[in-house]
């Protein structure tokens, strides 16, 4: 479940829609919603009759969907009422928290029973995926498809399927998000690829959706994964909908995207006027449509490549040459064009050729380098590429290449605000929640690994430590004590001013024996140096007090032995 922090967020974020705002409701469908309000006004927009939880009355039959956001109750009986409200052809539509994602295995407690690791043991009511397939065919379902939404159907971005299982180049694209509880041990975002590698997936994925039809004869819906940008501003809200018809579809989410869709039609139909190779493009209703393909991102490409062993620079520079080609062939018209970059292009590995696909901003008055310069910062902003040692060598030679050198810290500049002009603040408090909580899980395992410390020290013969240094590593160091009945007798640290900086273990010197700062007015018998990489400033503090000074690691290092 969500912390306070962002279920309020939830209720008032366009992403709560984003688990089902891709789905083909059929036009003028009868609804049953037991979303708890998430999706009233999705379901109000797209349907016929919608009728909520509340205004339900028991026996009310002939719905032709039931939307249901983690329901109270997942027995066999629950489940078979779920189906008696459906006429012969309706379809369930459930959306529920993984009660085995990656977060419960970290230590997240069950929202339920408020213990860590219930959920692993079915303590807390929630079912497996196995579970619950077996029971809604128990329940008198005929057939199921099963999506996973991410990182869950809280804030879904992208939502995948059974047809459909994202590759481990995931990272690509994904921006999954952490919510701060306090208690997991481990950050679940880089065991994601090893979930996808090792085929497990579908059991740690964070939430599922399931679609339960009445009728098992009648088709699955077509839908095979849907990307969505709910985050962004209204004009900018799109659902990608990979079909299994061999078509996709981009759907605007808001009407203000209407206007959008015209203008991704045009800047396709301009492109390709000017030579550049772009996707097809046809529009239909207020969505554009185009054909499926099967091939590689020119990302995730290098994204494999790097995986193997087998990356190429040389290559990687050739297909840069293309890309610049394109940009500059988009010129023409005096227009810059934003997206022709390594994530918005495919690449035939046959051919060798790029086919660039939504091609949706296009600025007046930007001079073609700054397309080159935003194509070029693919190399800081690709997860794979990024992540390799040399990645700021690939980028000076790209700089240089293309001779953007003398011009690179305005281009870039320029870059920046038009990539926050795009992708807007929408997602700021999932960004935000993320940090926290990345910071809470770093601060988690510290104080585990300081655990031993206060023993250490008691063995020592010390009862009265001094910290010096008291950023993150010094405040979990001083928690560890305090919690093992040795509260810190003080705190040095020269730069926070409410404490005393390190003159005041000079004014100790002299002490004899392990001592006591008491002279200084430090009532204290040893300091421990909490810096990293304090070797310095060990020595210097051995130089100024004749009190023992130890770096935690040091003591750590002894604890290990």
């Known amino acids: 479940m969500l912390s306070q922090g962002l279920r309020a967020f939830y209720d008032r974020s366009p992403m709560r829609e984003g688990v089902l705002c891709w789905y083909p409701f059929a036009a003028g469908a009868k609804v049953l919603d037991m979303s708890g309000g998430a999706l009233s006004a999705l379901l109000q927009s797209r349907c016929g009759r919608v009728v909520s939880s509340d205004d339900y009355i028991d026996g009310d039959k002939g719905f032709d969907y039931v939307v249901v956001i ?61 579970a619950l397939r077996l029971s809604l065919a128990q329940a008198g379902f005929g057939g199921q498809k099963w999506y996973y939404p991410l990182t869950d159907h809280w804030f879904a971005r992208e939502v995948y399927s059974e047809d459909y299982l994202p590759d481990e180049y995931l990272g690509q694209r994904f921006v999954p998000y952490l919510d701060d509880d306090g208690a997991a041990m481990f950050d679940e975002r880089p065991l994601y690829r090893e979930a996808i590698r090792g085929g497990a ?22 839908v095979d994964y849907a990307a969505v940008t709910a985050y962004r501003a209204p004009a900018k809200r799109f659902a990608t909908i990979v079909r299994n018809d061999g078509t996709v579809h981009k759907s605007p989410l808001h009407e203000d ?8 039609l045009h800047n396709h139909e301009a492109l390709a006027r000017m030579g550049v190779p772009v996707t097809q493009l046809r529009a239909e209703g207020d969505a554009l449509v185009m054909p499926r393909y099967e091939t590689p991102t020119l990302w995730g490409y290098w994204a494999r490549k790097l995986t193997e062993g087998s990356f190429d620079a ?21 227009d810059c064009y ?36 935003r194509a070029v910062m693919a190399a800081r902003y690709s997860p794979a590429l990024s992540a390799d040692p040399r990645s700021a060598e690939w980028m000076e030679t790209l700089i240089q290449r293309y001779g953007l050198a003398d011009r690179w810290d305005a281009l870039e500049a320029q870059v920046k605000r038009a990539t926050a002009e795009v992708f807007g603040g929408g997602a700021e408090a999932l960004a935000e929640a993320t940090r926290v909580a990345a910071e809470g899980i770093a601060s988690t395992r510290r104080r585990a690994r300081f655990q031993p410390v206060p023993g250490k020290l008691r063995e ?35 730069h926070l001013a409410q404490y005393p900086g390190i003159e005041a273990l000079g004014e100790a010197r002299g002490a004899e024996g392990p001592g006591t700062a008491t002279e200084a007015g430090l009532d204290v018998d040893v300091v421990v140096v909490s810096v ?30």
């Open 70 to 130: 983690d329901p109270a109750d997942y027995r066999l009986e629950a489940l078979r009422g779920l189906r008696s409200a459906l006429h012969d052809h309706g379809r369930l539509l459930l959306a529920y928290e993984n009660p085995f994602a990656l977060r419960y295995w970290s230590g997240k407690p069950s929202p339920l029973t408020g213990l860590a690791y219930d959920s692993l043991y079915g303590r807390d009511g929630r079912p497996s995926a196995a």
């Open 201 to 222: 997936f579908p059991f740690l994925c964070g939430a599922y959706l399931v679609e339960a039809r009445a009728d098992g004869a009648d088709a699955p819906c077509p």
């Open 257 to 264: 995207g209407r206007e959008t869709a015209k203008a991704i």
């Open 314 to 334: 040389e290559e990687m520079l050739r297909h840069y040459d293309q890309i610049v080609d394109a940009i500059h062939k988009a010129a023409a018209d005096g």
């Open 338 to 373: 934003w997206e022709l970059v390594p994530a918005n292009c495919f690449y035939d590995e046959q051919s060798g050729g790029l086919l660039f696909f939504d091609q949706e901003y296009r600025w007046e008055g930007y001079p073609p380098e700054a397309a080159v310069a």
């Open 460 to 494: 020592l013969g010390y009862r009265r430590p001094a910290i010096y240094g008291y950023g993150r590593r010094g405040k979990d160091l001083a928690q560890v004590m305090g919690n093992a009945g040795m509260e810190p007798a003080a705190i040095i640290d020269e």
């Open 532 to 561: 990293l990489d304090s070797e310095g400033i060990v020595a210097e503090l051995k130089r100024m007090t004749s009190l023992p000074v130890y770096a935690l690691e040091a003591l750590l290092d002894e604890s290990d032995g």
